[in-house]
């Protein structure tokens, strides 16, 4: 603002010549000047003092009023060195003299670097105010616990969700951090915050809070270390977060998924008992056989006739020689008792081979249940054995049934390593595998019913293989068939296959099936270890 085109030329010339080349806006009264102002900010104002009607200080209020932070220097052939004081305590930048413009460049050069300092520094308060408040609002809504901890552990910062667990978060700072951990749970919380801030690396962590009414809190916490310009650790962020709920539901699910398995393997053990009732009904019915073939034999027997020859040799004991000489009857006695002898001997033979038939069947009996009982106490321990043992006692455990139903079985067995496992699971697996095996081959209605037990050796673990040709298994069910509940039987529960898929993973083992489809058979394998240590339900 300058009265004077003269002087306002002098100032232009003055700016360029030390290379400012400026875009020159020149007004020469208030009412130009006012209405300059209304327009956008300019990056720098001159003004002179006095102008007809108006001056400089009165500018610079307007100027301050509407643009606070854009540059104000005052020109003036006759500034005095109060009204510069003035000036400048009115909010001017600088004031030079008409007759030195020389300090004109420097001074606009330092006004124009201050102002953007200063734009600068704003922006940046305006920016970490932001980031403030957009701190405030992340640690005031988030549910997770934010702490920054000095190199003690003590806090230098808590969020406000701490207050929702241990009090108001401004009477945490200067606390120990460690304070409320679980006394069992502390020291090992202490070395890994040790560890951290002596690697710079954080981990993560599970502990309990101790609340001040006693009840205990599960919490889960990530640290992280804050370095200070220097590249040192200076202090430490901890994100926790409280995860009792997610405990607790743990708790149950795992609760309920030993259920689950307690009831699967007693599911299991009830059908290898079933199969073993199975197999003992079956001897029965042969024992039952035996005992009327026997019954009936002696119904027919000739040992009544016998007791006639006897009564009528005592009748003629007195004359016995003419008895058997002279009398009709006599004479054919002893032909008689030839022709007895030899039909009692054929009765006694008869019995005989019954007998040892039905004492056969009762051994048999008394086999498979002494079997079963040494299977069930010894469930749960292990012992080491060969496992072609293991698959001669499944095998025997179904055998009725598998001559009953004319399946022929055919014997692969390597040379292979003995085992360590528990003998009741495998054989709650086998016994099982077999069965549905036989199962296959009479639903399939084909003649020459075949099961291949395989036994081999690889990678460190034994394979069992149970072959069938049966009817075989849809592609759709070889994803589901160990599932819970799963089955193709009408009378079926779909336990067995599912608490034996479980009974081979608690044996560090596997239970997998291949079938080539329906009609085509299938093959279920179970492998174990070669070295394994059967884990306990708690």
């Known amino acids: 603002m300058e009265d004077s085109r003269q002087d306002a030329e002098l100032i232009r010339s003055a700016l360029e010549s030390e290379g400012l080349h400026c875009e020159v806006v020149h007004v020469k009264n208030r009412v130009e000047f006012e209405a300059a102002m209304a327009q956008d900010p300019f990056d720098l104002i001159l003004s002179d003092f006095a102008l007809p009607g108006y001056d400089g200080l009165s500018a610079l209020s307007v100027a301050r009023d509407k643009h606070p932070n854009v540059p104000f220097i005052l020109l003036s052939g006759t500034l005095g060195e109060d009204q510069a004081v003035e000036s400048l305590k009115s909010g001017a930048t600088d004031y030079i003299l008409k007759q030195r413009l020389t300090r004109l460049v420097p001074a606009v050069r330092r006004a124009l670097s201050e102002a953007e300092a200063l734009l600068q520094r704003k922006q940046a308060e305006e920016k970490l105010q932001q980031s403030r408040e957009m701190f405030r609002q992340i640690t005031e809504n988030v549910e997770d616990l934010i702490a920054v901890l000095d190199l003690q552990g003590r806090r230098l910062f808590s969020s406000p969700s701490y207050g929702r667990l241990l009090g108001g978060p401004h009477l945490l700072v200067g606390t120990d951090s460690f304070a409320e951990i679980h006394p069992a749970d502390r020291e090992g919380v202490q070395r890994i915050f040790r560890e951290t801030v002596a690697s710079g690396v954080g981990r993560r962590t599970e502990y309990r809070f101790v609340l001040q009414d006693g009840t205990t809190r599960f919490i889960e916490s990530q640290g ?301 394998t179970l492998e174990l270890p070669l070295q394994t240590a059967p884990s306990h339900d708690a």
């Open 224 to 524: 992280s270390v804050i370095r200070d310009p220097a590249g040192d650790v200076s202090s430490v962020l901890v994100v926790s977060r409280d995860v009792t709920e997610r405990k607790r539901a743990e708790a149950e699910l795992e609760e309920a998924h030993r259920e689950l398995v307690r009831f699967s393997r007693q599911a299991g053990m009830a059908e290898v008992a079933t199969g073993v009732l199975h197999n003992v009904g079956n001897v029965l019915n042969s024992v039952n056989v035996s005992a009327n073939v026997v019954a009936e034999n002696l119904k027919k027997s000739k040992a009544a006739s016998l007791a006639k020859v006897v009564a009528l040799i005592r009748e003629h004991e007195a004359d016995l020689g003419s008895f058997f000489g002279t009398d009709a009857k006599g004479k054919q006695l002893p032909g008689y008792l030839a022709q007895l002898s030899e039909h009692l001997a054929g009765e006694q033979a008869a019995a005989l081979k019954e007998l040892a038939h039905l004492q056969k069947n009762i051994e048999h009996i008394k086999e498979i249940v002494t079997m079963q009982q040494s299977y069930a106490r010894m469930s749960g321990v292990a012992e080491t054995l060969p496992v072609t043992v293991l698959v001669e006692d499944a095998l025997r455990m179904n055998a009725s049934a598998l001559l009953r139903h004319d399946v022929h079985v055919i014997r692969e067995f390597e040379e292979v390593p003995p085992v360590t496992v528990d003998k009741h699971k495998v054989l709650q697996i086998l016994v099982n595998l077999i069965r549905n095996a036989k199962y296959a081959c009479d639903e399939s209605g084909r003649p020459d019913k075949r099961l291949w037990m395989r036994v081999t050796n690889g990678d460190d673990r034994v394979r069992i293989a149970v072959t069938d040709n049966g009817v075989g298994i849809p592609p759709e069910n070889l994803t589901r068939i160990f599932g819970h509940g799963f089955t193709t039987k009408k009378d079926g529960h779909g336990f067995g296959l599912h608490s034996g898929a479980l009974a081979a993973k608690e044996m560090g083992g596997n239970l997998s099936v291949q079938s080539e489809g329906v009609g085509r058979g299938a093959t279920f």
